[in-house]
């Protein structure tokens, strides 16, 4: 009897621990899913922030990169502004001087024995020099960055008008082989060294120093230029002996013509 009072004892006890352990178990799958749910929870709230701070970082980035963008623009404009500031500056202390040089006129007065005749008229205030006056076939403007493309290289030398000085007033001079109608344009340096080019519209351009004339000539294929002689004045004694002659020439003739007449 005992015995079996024991072994129903062991039985009960059997079911005991193995229902707590059962529940044991139920309890700690539940614990285990609960964390699972939680460690996943994390995982995906540390997915999302990862993504919102890359998303973030390359906002930022593309904003940094549009303000770098924007300076450079800007460093560039300030440039450009800063250079054009410069060129006004420079052409408004130019103003006097071009305004000056604008006095040096040259024009064709006719074509004579193949030399095209011209009249310099200097009313700069200054007396110039290194006045060169060339004939250019345009039909347009010509202007200083437009002079070479008249003049290539190995093309027809240009024909041309040279004296190293030139007083002020008027001067008389000729162009060997150009023609009546021809454009002129001139170039010349005034009393501080600048040199100047004269457009055939009228127009003034800044050559710049000597080195810059000396380029252009060389560009022009005029290395070496050769003054040209300014003509002949007659002497008040020519004049008369001229005058006395066409005087006897028309007595002359008036006195044959009446003879022929009687």
Do not use: C
């Not at 040279?162 to 002129?184: C, F, H, N, Q």
């Not at 050559?207 to 810059?212: F, K, L, W």
């Amino acid at each position: 009897m005992k015995e079996k009072n024991w072994l129903t004892w062991l039985t009960v006890l059997a079911l005991v621990v193995g229902f707590a352990a059962m529940g044991a178990s139920v309890w700690l799958s539940a614990q285990a899913a609960k964390q699972t749910q939680r460690n996943s929870q994390l995982a995906g709230q540390l997915y999302q922030d990862s993504r919102t701070s890359s998303s973030e970082a390359s906002s930022v980035k593309k904003r940094l990169d549009k303000l770098a963008s924007d300076n450079s623009s800007l460093r560039k404009k300030n440039s450009r502004l800063a250079k054009e500031n410069q060129a006004l500056k420079e052409a408004n202390q130019d103003l006097p001087a071009a305004s000056a040089a604008a006095g040096l006129n040259v024009w064709e007065t006719e074509e004579k024995s193949g030399k095209l005749q011209l009249e310099i008229d200097n009313q700069t205030g200054q007396a110039v020099s290194d006045l060169l006056v060339l004939a250019v076939a345009a039909s347009g403007r010509v202007t200083l960055s437009s002079l070479i493309s008249y003049f290539p290289v190995g093309g027809a030398k240009p024909r041309y008008f040279y004296r190293k000085e030139v007083a002020i007033g008027k001067t008389e001079g000729s162009l060997t082989g150009a023609y009546a109608g021809s454009d002129l344009v001139s170039l010349f340096a005034d009393a501080s060294g600048v040199y100047w080019f004269k457009g055939n519209r009228g127009q003034i351009e800044k050559i710049g120093s000597q080195a810059h004339f000396k380029k252009l000539l060389r560009q022009i294929s005029l290395n070496k230029l050769e003054e040209s002689p300014l003509p002949v004045k007659k002497t008040k004694t020519e004049k008369k002996k001229k005058q006395t002659s066409k005087k006897t020439t028309k007595k002359a003739e008036k006195q044959s013509s009446k003879k022929k007449v009687e």
